[in-house]
């Protein structure tokens, strides 16, 4: 048959007819499903299904069309109907017309009547969630972190959704359990839903009551109470997290449904010493994070000795130990390759253990690559996670991709916008960019959330010295003296008495905090012991420079001997061996190890820590006379991002003309032309 009688033929068998009526009610069907299927809650399985089924009939419809004809007689084969008595019925067009008039109806319905048919950033917002602290009922109130953990489990589960966008637990954990201003609350965390909770737990029967209100309104959507025994608590935390996506109308993905209904653990001990980990966990902002690590690290080793298949508590335990490693804990190297292998070994496709490996690449390796791609790939697990970009941001500085960084903190901030940790690391990712402005903001904005924080405070502090304007530093650090507990605020103190030049204030503040303050780890006390020699020397007092440098050299180079921590700490080891070196005139060795130091951490491999290492060889160049090399490394450090242990700020011009440190220096042309500013 030649396409010309095949058309003609489709023509005749009303083929064509039958097409565009089926068209015209299959619009009309799924118009009306549209509208129905949401009203009576049908789950969101059934619109795919019916979308199918309509598709297939489509062709039945055309192959039923060509064979048969509807006729007065009944339903007749096509080619059984003589040519001359073929039915003229036009019912066709007025099915046609019809079903178009109401699918026009049905449109406007739904356009105009259904609240819940939200499109783009509208139905994205009314996917927000925060959960705020669950109460603790419990007559025993040391019973405290265990409704902390249950609330914790909960956001873990909601932030493995991805159809929602859930607060993280840092900017929840700072309001009360029933505030009575939702609404505020939900403005300040950019969410249009709130999550309340309570945690009663008596014996081993434990009740969970929860409460989810879309906060513009103070509507309550949904509230239930479960009372579990405490060996039947683990599934509480996913039936909590699956009606939320249900009423949110979250779509969930069959990995999402499949991760949800994990069981962690049979052991309901085991689950208690987890979850007494998580609380500890809770505090590492806190300003205690050695401690607190500690703590949580031996309730996490507790825990997978009562059940040692917990996959989960194996991978908080690697976790945990990379970061008391990053800490200058030697020992916890090998605790944490150990926990991380059973962890992979048990369940090497859960995010808690891919986690667990980004974080030892980070922390321990240091291989910054590698644990991009492992964080790149958890992120499509836990897209809910402020965790995850704060780890890529991190990363990324590292690898000297600064407007990546910041990209990446701005992600984390919309999952965790009231983290005074996360807005505190990208104000310091703006200082080492030298965007002075933007970073003063970023930290009055943490100030916002904690308004007496006295690591932000110096920071912004270092801002100022930055910029030569003692005056305002001096304000700042006012309050600051030899028994505050934060070694980045005292040590702030130091520079800006270094820069006044009050060497005497200097010596007299490190001196008390060497004889009675005893909250520091043994590194920052070499770190006061080093100061307190250059204090010395500044002041001109070359004895006791010379015995304060000799004491901190023997401690330091035994350590740097015995020294099998990652090359960022000891790097960070051999320039302040350097330092005491440069100190006692000891110039061969002050090079050597400055060198060193250099060589471990060299700026390709950390674009945060490397160039630090150079100022410091600068430093000790400088001290020992060395002009000729130091002036070219200076020079080169002002033009790059980076972060500066000796002055809390990357080098600019207005330090290089207040430090003492740089005073063999100063009748250099070259250096003084370094001393000048740049005009923008």
Same mark, same amino acid.
């Not at 309001?175 to 014996?203: D, F, H, M, W």
């Not at 683990?234 to 994990?262: H, M, N, P, W």
């Not at 703590?295 to 059940?307: C, N, T, W």
């Not at 904690?450 to 309050?479: C, R, S, T």
């Given at each position: ?26 619009? @009309? ?37 060509? +064979? ?12 059984? #109907? ?10 066709? #067009?007025?099915?046609?017309?019809? %079903? ?8 406007? !319905? ?18 927000? #969630? ?27 589960? @909601?932030?493995?959704? +991805?159809?929602? $966008? /859930? #607060? ?42 929860? $409460? ?8 309550h959507l949904w509230a239930d109470t479960y009372d579990r025994k405490l060996t039947d608590i683990f599934g ?15 779509? &969930? ?24 980990? !998580? %609380? ?9 994070? @050695? ?23 194996w991978g908080r335990l690697a976790r945990v130990e990379s970061l008391l490693y990053f800490n200058r804990v030697? +020992? ?93 690391? !990208? ?10 402005? +933007? ?69 007299r503040l490190l001196e008390i905090r060497l004889a009675e303050f005893h909250e520091v780890s043994g590194l ?48 960070? &080891?051999?320039?302040? /061996? ?9 110039? =061969? ?10 060589? @471990? ?10 160039? =630090? ?37 990357? !080098? ?5 003309? &207040?430090?003492?440190?740089? =005073? ?17």
């Amino acid at each position: 048959m030649n396409p010309k009688n095949f058309f003609a033929e489709l023509k005749r068998r009303n083929v064509y007819k039958v097409a565009i009526a089926y068209g015209a009610v299959a619009w @009309l069907l799924l118009q009306a499903a549209s509208i129905l299927f949401p009203t009576f809650e049908a789950p969101p399985w059934t619109m795919k299904v019916f979308l199918a089924v309509t598709a297939l009939g489509f062709p039945i419809a055309l192959i039923l069309a060509w +064979a048969f004809e509807l006729t007065p007689e009944g339903i007749k084969r096509t080619d059984e #109907i003589e040519p001359g008595r073929r039915s003229r019925n036009r019912a066709w #067009i007025y099915v046609v017309v019809i %079903a178009g008039a109401i699918s026009v109806g049905l449109f406007f !319905l739904g356009r105009y009547t259904a609240p819940t048919k939200l499109s783009g950033s509208a139905n994205a917002a009314a996917k927000s #969630i925060a959960v705020l602290p669950f109460e603790n009922l419990s007559e025993d109130k040391a019973n405290a972190y265990f409704a902390d953990g249950i609330q914790e489990e909960i956001l873990t589960r @909601l932030a493995q959704i +991805a159809d929602l $966008k /859930v #607060i993280s637990r840092t900017s929840t954990q700072r309001y009360q359990s029933k505030p009575a201003n939702l609404s505020e609350i939900a403005k300040q965390l950019g969410v249009a839903n709130i999550l309340e909770g309570s945690v009663q737990k008596a014996g081993d029967l434990v009740r969970v009551n929860v $409460k989810l209100i879309q906060a513009d309104s103070d509507s309550h959507l949904w509230a239930d109470t479960y009372d579990r025994k405490l060996t039947d608590i683990f599934g509480v935390e996913s039936e909590i997290a699956k009606a939320i996506a249900e009423r949110l109308q979250a779509k &969930l993905t069959g990995r999402e449904q499949q991760a949800l209904a994990v069981k962690p653990t049979n052991n309901s001990e085991a689950y208690d010493a987890y979850l007494r980990g !998580l %609380a500890f966990e809770a505090h590492f902002r806190s300003g205690n994070v @050695l401690p607190n690590a500690a703590k949580a690290a031996g309730f996490y080793e507790r825990s997978v000795q009562l059940d040692p298949a917990f996959a989960l508590a194996w991978g908080r335990l690697a976790r945990v130990e990379s970061l008391l490693y990053f800490n200058r804990v030697t +020992a916890a190297r090998e605790a944490a390759a150990r926990a991380l292998k059973v962890a992979q070994e048990l369940q090497p496709n859960s995010p808690e253990t891919i986690l667990a490996q980004g974080y030892y690449q980070y922390y321990v390796l240091e291989d910054y690559e590698l644990a991009k791609a492992t964080f790149v790939l958890v992120r499509n697990v836990l897209p809910g996670s402020s965790d995850v970009p704060a780890a890529l941001a991190l990363i990324a500085r590292r690898q000297g991709r600064w407007d990546e960084s910041i990209g990446y903190w701005e992600q984390a901030l919309a999952l965790d916008p009231r983290n005074s940790g996360w807005l505190t690391l !990208l104000a310091q990712t703006y200082s080492m960019l030298r965007q002075f402005s +933007a970073a003063l903001k970023m930290y009055d904005r943490a100030l916002d959330i904690e308004p007496n924080d006295p690591n932000v405070i110096a920071a912004k502090a270092g801002i100022h010295q930055a910029e030569g304007d003692l005056e305002q530093a001096g304000k700042l650090l006012a309050g600051v003296d030899a028994h505050t507990a934060s070694f980045g605020a005292f040590r702030t103190k130091i520079i800006q008495l270094r820069l006044e030049r009050q060497h005497d204030e200097a010596i007299r503040l490190l001196e008390i905090r060497l004889a009675e303050f005893h909250e520091v780890s043994g590194l920052e006390r070499d770190f006061d012991q080093l100061s307190l020699a250059f204090a010395h020397r500044f002041a001109g007092d070359v004895a006791a420079a010379k015995t304060t440098a000799e004491e901190a050299q023997r401690r330091l180079e035994t350590l740097w001997n015995k020294d099998s921590n990652a090359p960022s700490t000891s790097s960070a &080891l051999g320039s302040a /061996v350097s330092a005491a070196c440069a100190a006692l005139g000891q110039k =061969d060795a002050a090079l050597k190890y400055a060198e060193r130091a250099v060589m @471990l951490l060299p700026s390709s491999k950390d674009a945060v820590g490397g160039p =630090d290492r150079e100022e410091i060889l600068a430093f000790v160049e400088a001290t020992v006379g060395e002009t000729g090399r130091a002036i070219p490394r200076l020079q080169r450090l002002l033009e790059i991002p980076y972060l500066s242990f000796l002055d809390g700020a990357p !080098l600019t011009p207005a330090l290089l003309r &207040l430090d003492p440190i740089w =005073d063999p220096l100063r009748s250099d042309p070259a250096f003084q032309k370094l001393c000048e500013e740049k005009k923008p």
